[in-house]
């Protein structure tokens, strides 16, 4: 996704670092260049709102769970791959069989 402007900050680095600036995971320095990026760039304004609206949806309604603690590592692995392209498994063949 690009606007097609040329911007300080490239789009796609804005996207691949996108729920490390939601998370405020990252310096502060590192956060201006986001929100200055954002007042250039609607599409990835846009882009971010949309990620913002579905985390706070996420927390309403999961936020009293536990979650466990590989769970992040893993879903970030699975979208890293999505995002290199590279195929997916439908099923993760890492997960222990949930019981009934």
Do not use: W
């Amino acid at each position: 996704m690009s606007c097609g402007e040329p911007h300080e900050t490239d789009c796609s680095e804005i996207l691949d670092h996108l729920y490390e600036f939601l998370d405020r995971e990252m310096p502060d320095a590192d956060c201006r260049k986001f929100e200055h990026h954002f007042e250039e760039c609607s599409p990835c304004l846009e882009k971010y709102g949309l990620e913002q609206a579905v985390k706070k949806l996420v927390k309403r309604c999961c936020g009293q769970d536990d979650v466990p603690g590989d769970l992040r590592s893993k879903v970030m692995g699975r979208i890293e791959l999505i995002r290199s392209g590279q195929n997916v498994p439908e099923k993760d063949v890492t997960a222990a069989p949930q019981e009934s």
